[in-house]
């Protein structure tokens, strides 16, 4: 199992950028693919982006969203540039033991971070 933390959402106005950092616990983070998933109101979870020794983009982020690990700091970053409103949502980093977009195949999450894009 492994803990996660999410930080850097927040408010931002379309065309802006924001940069999530997810920091986990343990010894073992770099076995683990990486994943962002979001969830905006009325609407299902969705993935974002995944990462372990290849990177993996929702069509919604390619082009736009970079997400990036630094094992030694056991944290995975998603780097988010021209964002839109439709990128509003609460954001959600999760772990899991094999690199997949589906989101019942990762099992450890956090707690999420809010971030909200103005027109």
């Known amino acids: 199992q492994v803990q996660l933390v999410e930080s850097g959402g927040g408010l931002v106005q379309a065309g802006g950028s924001l940069k999530l950092s997810c920091a986990a616990s343990g010894r073992t983070f770099s076995r683990y693919n990486m994943g962002w998933f979001r969830q905006a109101p009325g609407k299902e979870r969705e993935f974002v982006a995944a990462v372990m020794s290849s990177t993996y983009y929702a069509d919604s982020a390619k082009g736009r969203f970079t997400i990036s690990r630094d094992n030694a700091k056991n944290t995975v970053y998603l780097q988010m540039n021209s964002l839109k409103r439709e990128d509003t949502a609460v954001y959600y980093c999760?772990?899991?033991?094999?690199?997949?977009?589906?989101?019942?195949?990762?099992?450890?999450w956090g707690q999420g971070t809010q971030v909200t894009v103005s027109s």
């Open positions: 999760a772990a899991g033991v094999v690199i997949t977009t589906k989101e019942n195949e990762y099992n450890n």
